[in-house]
């Protein structure tokens, strides 16, 4: 099969829907190698996606196209037919408009419908853009992939969608959180303390790192607090309760690190702390539990079906109980232990291997 993919996020995200993006095309190419993979983008951006030469790349080539990218990218479907593609992948909540008039089947995968559940925290014309791509990429393919049961209730909630149309396929995880990689001096390149707790994930209100504050502030717990993220306007919030009590020596704040040394993190720290108001899926608790790390995480969207009783689960608003579940994961190394090896167990579901046979049979039940 030659597969084509949206691949923009792969390119072009550090997080999120570029991990999603990179580990499935990734997880393709290790374990389906019998395919050919043709990837769609309308920039290249160096350092994201680093063996990319591994695949067949296209990018605008006119001057015209190099200036309206966006219109190139929603507007490719007469490259894929260049190409001579067999099914096409949306790997990002959208497919370029036109392809349902094409012989070419499709498929997308929605990450989560969080603009319609949550319609405050997005403008406008931002929501109505949204809306209207995922609305067309669902009426579109030929298959929806949602990346958890939450997502798929969503969609069938507020986009009216047969359910028969739409299947589960849990994201993969990089496979090098199944490794063990070299951590030696890691602590001391980013100036971190042992026994640290580690925090990934973007710095936004809905990931609700301040209840994490909170909790260290008003439960007294000593352990330094590692943020891995990409930073937004929330994190002045964040400073301001960090410089009102004290707390600049406890609190470290990261961003744009390579893989292999969040995996060593994850290895290193005491636990993760994950504790979003809503999430399609939580990838960092599977991340954490690949690489062995105890995991806490929230009680509500999502986030309890992704842990899948491999995690101790917190209401993301109580951080006085937050408080409490950090000091017995710190202190009960029987539960820490239980909780690895639980981890460990339940991360397999998501290993690449696993995932590329789910995907590779999906494809082959569509053109079939």
Same mark, same amino acid.
């Not at 925290?121 to 929806?144: E, P, Q």
């Given at each position: 099969?030659r597969?084509g993919?949206?691949? &923009?996020r ?6 999120g829907l570029?991990?999603?993006s990179r580990?499935t095309?990734?997880a393709?190419?290790?374990y389906?190698?019998?395919n050919h993979?043709? !990837?769609?983008?309308?920039? #290249?951006k160096?350092g994201l ?7 067949e790349v296209?990018?605008?080539e006119?001057p015209?196209a ?12 007469k490259l894929l037919?260049k190409? /001579? #593609?067999? $099914?096409?992948h @949306?790997?990002?909540?959208? !497919?370029?408009?036109?392809?349902h008039?094409t012989?070419?089947?499709s498929v997308?995968t929605i990450?989560?419908l969080?603009f319609?559940?949550?319609p405050?925290?997005?403008k406008?014309?931002d929501?109505k ?6 609305k067309?990429?669902?009426s579109s393919?030929?298959k929806?992939i949602?990346?958890?049961? /939450?997502?798929?209730?969503?969609i069938?909630?507020f =986009?009216?969608v047969d359910?028969?149309?739409?299947e589960?396929?849990?994201q ?5 959180f199944?490794e063990?990689?070299e951590i030696?001096?890691?602590c001391?390149?980013?100036?971190i ?6 925090s990934? @994930? ?5 990931? +609700? /790192?301040?209840?994490? *504050? &909170?909790? *260290?502030h008003?439960?007294? #717990?000593?352990s330094?607090?590692v943020?891995v ?13 960090i410089n009102?009590n004290?707390?600049s020596?406890?609190?470290?704040? =990261? +961003?744009?690190?390579p893989?292999n ?5 994850y /290895?290193?720290?005491? !636990? ?7 999430e399609?899926?939580g =990838?960092?608790?599977?991340e954490s539990m690949?690489s062995?790390c105890?995991?806490i995480?929230?009680?509500v969207s999502c986030?309890p ?6 995690a #101790?689960?917190c209401?993301?608003n %109580?951080?006085?109980?937050?408080v409490?579940q950090?000091? $017995?994961l =710190?202190? +009960? %190394?029987?539960?820490?232990?239980d909780?690895?090896?639980k981890g ?5 579901l998501?290993?690449?291997?696993y995932?590329?046979?789910k995907? $590779?049979s999906l494809y ?5």
């Amino acid at each position: 099969m030659r597969i084509g993919f949206d691949a &923009k996020r792969a390119f072009l995200n550090a997080s999120g829907l570029g991990n999603y993006s990179r580990n499935t095309i990734n997880a393709l190419h290790r374990y389906s190698e019998n395919n050919h993979y043709v !990837l769609y983008t309308p920039e #290249i951006k160096d350092g994201l996606f680093e063996n990319y030469i591994q695949f067949e790349v296209h990018t605008p080539e006119s001057p015209v196209a190099k200036i309206f990218k966006s219109v190139w990218r929603s507007k490719s479907t007469k490259l894929l037919k260049k190409h /001579q #593609i067999d $099914i096409f992948h @949306g790997l990002s909540n959208e !497919l370029p408009y036109g392809i349902h008039k094409t012989k070419i089947p499709s498929v997308v995968t929605i990450h989560d419908l969080i603009f319609m559940r949550f319609p405050e925290f997005y403008k406008t014309i931002d929501r109505k853009i949204y809306h209207n791509k995922v609305k067309y990429a669902c009426s579109s393919a030929k298959k929806i992939i949602a990346i958890s049961e /939450q997502t798929k209730e969503d969609i069938i909630r507020f =986009l009216k969608v047969d359910p028969g149309k739409i299947e589960v396929v849990y994201q993969s995880v990089s496979p090098v959180f199944f490794e063990r990689t070299e951590i030696e001096n890691l602590c001391a390149k980013y100036n971190i303390s042992k026994n640290f707790i580690l925090s990934v @994930g973007t710095l936004e209100p809905r990931k +609700n /790192q301040m209840a994490i *504050l &909170k909790a *260290l502030h008003s439960g007294k #717990i000593d352990s330094q607090i590692v943020f891995v993220g990409k930073p937004t306007s929330y994190v002045k919030n964040l400073d301001d309760f960090i410089n009102t009590n004290n707390l600049s020596s406890q609190v470290k704040f =990261l +961003n744009n690190i390579p893989e292999n040394d969040l995996a060593g993190l994850y /290895q290193q720290a005491c !636990l993760s702390v994950y504790i979003s108001h809503f999430e399609g899926f939580g =990838l960092p608790v599977i991340e954490s539990m690949a690489s062995g790390c105890p995991v806490i995480t929230s009680n509500v969207s999502c986030l309890p079906e992704t842990a899948g009783g491999a995690a #101790i689960l917190c209401n993301p608003n %109580d951080f006085n109980k937050l408080v409490s579940q950090i000091n $017995i994961l =710190l202190e +009960n %190394d029987n539960l820490r232990n239980d909780l690895i090896r639980k981890g460990n167990e339940r991360a397999k579901l998501f290993h690449p291997k696993y995932f590329s046979e789910k995907m $590779i049979s999906l494809y082959t039940g569509i053109l079939s």
